[in-house]
């Protein structure tokens, strides 16, 4: 059983930053794909960014490339999001979420295991 704790989010004025992080613990595998969602008021839950546990390699959606980076510290099972100039429309409950290998990356239903979510609010 993987627990994943999401934390970082606030509420800031458009172009700010806000780095969110998400702890996993349990059972972990190399193989794993973690992924961040969002999810606005009456919206669907979006795939925003992942990166495959084993080797680095990131994933964005096309409306936060060039001002989003995901990145991972493995010795503490971290998967942090940067987000940078940040807009109005980027507010949201954010998610992290794992899955054990590297399916379908960006649909909600390809991951195992979510955290609680993180309010992001982005005010103009």
């Known amino acids: 059983q993987v627990q994943l704790a999401e934390s970082g989010g606030g509420s800031v004025q458009a172009g700010d930053s806000l780095k969110l992080s998400c702890a996993a613990s349990?059972?972990?595998?190399?193989?794993?794909?973690m992924g961040w969602f969002r999810q606005g008021p009456g919206k669907e839950r979006k795939f925003v960014a992942g990166?495959?546990?084993?080797?680095?390699?990131?994933y964005y959606e096309d409306a936060v490339k060039g001002r989003f980076t995901i990145s991972r510290d493995s010795a503490k099972n971290t998967v942090y999001l940067q987000m940078n100039s940040l807009k109005a429309e980027d507010t949201a409950v954010y998610y992290c979420?794992?899955?054990?290998?590297?399916?379908?990356?960006?649909?909600?239903?390809?991951?195992?295991?979510w955290g609680q979510g993180t309010q992001v609010t982005v005010s103009e």
């Open positions: 979420a794992v899955q054990r290998n590297w399916l379908m990356y960006t649909q909600p239903y390809s991951y195992d295991y």
């Open positions: 990166i495959r546990w084993s080797g680095g390699a990131t």
């Open positions: 349990g059972g972990f595998f190399s193989s794993s794909f």
